[in-house]
């Protein structure tokens, strides 16, 4: 999918963010659309503690694997960080888990998501968020989010865990999604499939673009 980035991107991480992606994130720490309850940040920040603490990694091990400053990590750890789609990707690839296993809360045998509901994480460098609205269960290896981006720069992500597979339906917009050095424009009700282990992209042509991704894992 859009989103996950390179080590190239940690210097960027430790930057202010603009007003705008300010916002964004303040938004997100206070509901992202979670139930009613939720702490979305706490959540993480203990999905991230638990997956480092079983994985065997200290905080510096870690960050440096993902390519994150080591006070950055702490940050997000104590709570207190508002971490970006960059960000989580990067440690999601550093600890060998889903995205979605650092972001996802536990979730009822029927779960609805409305419009305009769901966990959702911003891109710090593309008018881009994500919400995840269903991880894989156990011994299953997809996840899907549902896609907002506007025209501007675009949300390059560098390689997933090896193998991974992302699939893309356009729901509303134009964009061109896909391979870097490849992408396909698509438009409502068009879909394409990729690689998701090599760079890809997904750069909104139109206002209001959204889309719906669903991730494979290996």
Known sequence: MGNPPGRDAAAAHDKRPTDAAAGRAAAGRRDAGAAPGVDVVAQIAASVRRERERSGLSLTELARRAGIAKSTLSQLESGSGNPSVEILWSLGVALGVPFSRLVDPPKAQVRVVRAGEGQVTYSERADYAATLLASCPPNARRDIFRITAEPGAPRTS???????????????????????????????????????????????????????IVMEHV
């Open 158 to 212: 560098q390689p997933h865990n090896p193998g991974s597979v992302e699939h893309v339906v356009v729901g509303a917009g134009r964009a061109l999604v896909g391979p870097a050095d490849d992408p396909v424009e698509l438009g409502p009700g068009d879909y394409v499939t990729y690689p998701g282990d090599a760079p890809h992209i997904f750069h909104a042509l139109e206002p209001g673009t959204s889309a719906v």
